[in-house]
């Protein structure tokens, strides 16, 4: 539909390598392609949803669930535990793997980066980057807005608040907050 991609660039953008996404053009148009098809969808069409996401995403788990709009760069890059919702709104930059345990909840308007532009406007200039990936533990709940960095991981149970920004990987059974997203409370669990 768009072209060959260059499966070298992809393995090296994967594994965290610097890389230059120019040659990666063909995958990015496919995935905005499915995406562009997905938020037309009409609401009650589950079974073009389930069809598309299965074309869009590397895994989708059981009863996983994403609402219109959604957009990312790749989408095989993305892997959707069981039970996992994303809300309206939700942007994916999955350069690198993003990876949703079980049942999290995406609150509207999420946002996860992986991709990595050198700090050296030099080295910027010439379109080279890398990626780290994310990885979401089990039924971790993320408010509106939030914003997820590269190489961010989240544990198990922890929620992190509307509008937070998360910088570093938190911990399980934990309520963080925040720009940078900062553990205020511990969870019993």
């Given at each position: 539909?768009?072209?060959?991609?260059?499966?070298?660039?992809?393995?090296?953008?994967?594994?965290?390598?610097?890389?230059?996404?120019?040659?990666?053009?063909?995958?990015?148009?496919?995935?905005?392609?499915?995406?562009?098809?997905?938020?037309?969808?009409?609401?009650?069409?589950?079974?073009?949803?389930?069809?598309?996401?299965?074309?869009?995403?590397?895994?989708v788990?059981?009863?996983?669930w994403?609402?219109?709009?959604?957009?990312?760069?790749?989408?095989?890059?993305?892997?959707?535990?069981?039970?996992?919702?994303?809300?309206?709104?939700?942007?994916?930059?999955d350069?690198?793997?993003?990876?949703?345990?079980?049942?999290?909840?995406?609150?509207?308007?999420?946002?996860?980066?992986?991709?990595?532009?050198?700090?050296?406007?030099?080295?910027?200039?010439?379109?080279?980057?890398?990626?780290?990936?994310?990885?979401?533990?089990?039924?971790?709940?993320?408010?509106?807005?939030?914003?997820?960095?590269?190489?961010?991981?989240?544990?198990?149970?922890?929620?992190?608040?509307?509008?937070?920004?998360?910088?570093?990987?938190?911990p399980?059974?934990?309520?963080?907050?925040?720009?940078?997203?900062?553990?205020?409370?511990?969870?019993?669990?």
């Amino acid at each position: 539909m768009c072209g060959a991609m260059d499966e070298e660039t992809f393995s090296k953008m994967v594994s965290g390598e610097w890389y230059n996404p120019a040659s990666l053009e063909p995958e990015r148009l496919r995935a905005q392609t499915i995406c562009a098809d997905f938020n037309a969808l009409r609401p009650t069409d589950d079974k073009r949803r389930w069809k598309l996401m299965n074309d869009l995403f590397g895994t989708v788990g059981e009863g996983a669930w994403v609402m219109q709009p959604f957009h990312c760069d790749y989408g095989r890059n993305i892997q959707l535990g069981p039970k996992c919702f994303l809300n309206y709104d939700c942007v994916m930059l999955d350069c690198a793997p993003i990876l949703f345990g079980e049942h999290v909840l995406a609150g509207p308007g999420c946002h996860f980066y992986t991709a990595i532009h050198p700090t050296d406007p030099d080295a910027r200039a010439t379109d080279m980057e890398r990626a780290e990936p994310i990885i979401i533990g089990n039924n971790v709940w993320l408010g509106g807005h939030v914003t997820v960095l590269p190489g961010v991981r989240i544990g198990d149970n922890t929620i992190v608040g509307a509008g937070s920004v998360v910088t570093k990987s938190l911990p399980a059974n934990v309520i963080a907050v925040g720009n940078p997203a900062r553990v205020i409370k511990k969870l019993d669990k």
